[in-house]
């Protein structure tokens, strides 16, 4: 059995630093929101998948009994960076299989507490004690990227520049200012080449989705134009014994290649994407793992507005992890709500006009000789 599986409803917090607030208390008024824009009384859930990497033990019990959603299924995902969006790919699945008609997928991480700089590291990673923190990691790929293609450091800017560019029309993102290419260049070095302006910030956040069967979708339209998931691909890294391309995104590239031939959909059918910009040279490489441009070609397609506002494949628009935010598990959902708002045309002020065809992409942190731990990639159509 393979039936439809549609987003039924959507929850999303403003982003931000919310020192006072525990995970439970922010995660419970975006299920809500998800749960009210559903339609559907508590009792129509048949399971809920919930994660947080920094929230502690069995946080999907404590958010959702608070709803009086207990009894069912209540599935914890840990996956890094990427946990929200496997409990998405989990969900759907379920549905799918028709093994239950409607999942709540609850996404929330409160990095504030944790004080500021890196996110604890893991002890057990031979990257880790060697000092190969994710901006150290990520650094090493933007200079070789470099070396490759003729950038300067200077032009990752570009990147943060339309990231805030974006954020600051999105009312929900934790940084609305625009910022100049002279502002990113003049921040404080953290790892050359990046700047600070370069790298995503830590901070507070939570989203949620409700997912359901067709016919739960038919019965709980509530006027608003339906979103289909179209299909879910989730990826872990393959181990790297020896020498590798540190530009090409193998695991991304991988997915986007199963994610458009599961789905029949082409890169150039895209119209909006919400990708995984941890560094502004992530996005760039990730251009070219989902073919949206040639190897080399990604600043040029930057520079010619094709991925900004107004241009023929918005990426990012809700400001990416750059200027949304990336409170680590909840931005897989987050992105899902975000590119089903735009599908329906619920944006405001960041609407991808005549959007009907949307990508969402996450990668999970890193293991030693492995690219990235995990990767989720949800295509979601209107």
Known sequence: MNRP????????????????LTHKQFA???????????????????VAYSSS?????????????????????????????????????????????????????????MLTKLGRG?????????????????????????????????????DFSEVTVKARAHGARNPLAQFQKPVTLEEVNASREVADPFRLLHCCPTGDGAAAVVLGSESLMK??????????????????????????????????????RDIYELTGVSPTDIHVA?????????????????????????????????????????????GGLISRGHPVAASGVAQIAEITRQLQGRSGAHQVEGARVGLAHVTGGGVSNFEHGACAVTLLKR
Not at 60 to 88: F, R, W, Y
Request: hydrophobic share 40%; net charge negative.
């Open 219 to 256: 019965e709980f339209a509530g006027g608003r134009p339906p979103v289909q998931v179209a299909g879910t691909v989730l990826h872990s890294g393959e181990y790297e014994p020896g020498p590798y391309s540190m530009t090409t995104s193998h695991v991304s590239s991988k997915s986007a």
């Open 5 to 20: 599986v549609y987003v039924l409803g959507t929850g999303l917090r403003k982003f931000g630093k919310y020192p006072e």
């Open 53 to 109: 990497v920094f929230g502690g033990s069995m946080m999907g019990q404590q958010i959702l009994g608070q709803l009086g959603l207990t009894g069912i299924p209540i599935i914890n995902v840990e996956d890094a960076c990427s946990s929200s969006a496997v409990g998405v790919h989990e969900a759907a699945a379920r549905i799918a299989e028709g093994r239950c008609e409607a999942a709540v997928i609850v996404g929330v991480d």
């Open 28 to 46: 419970v008024p975006a299920v809500l929101e998800a749960l009210k824009e559903s339609g559907l009384s508590r009792e129509r859930i048949d």
């Open 274 to 318: 919400e990708i995984h910009d941890s560094f502004a040279a992530a996005e760039l490489m990730y251009y070219e793992a989902f073919q949206f441009c040639r190897p080399g070609d990604a600043l040029a397609l930057l520079r010619s507005g094709a991925t900004s506002l107004g241009g023929r494949q918005v990426v990012n628009p809700s």
């Open 118 to 154: 890196a996110l604890p590291l893991n002890r057990e990673d031979w990257d880790a004690i060697n000092g190969l923190t994710m901006p150290v990691l990520y650094a090493m790929r933007a200079r070789r990227y470099m070396h490759e293609h003729g950038l300067k450091a200077a």
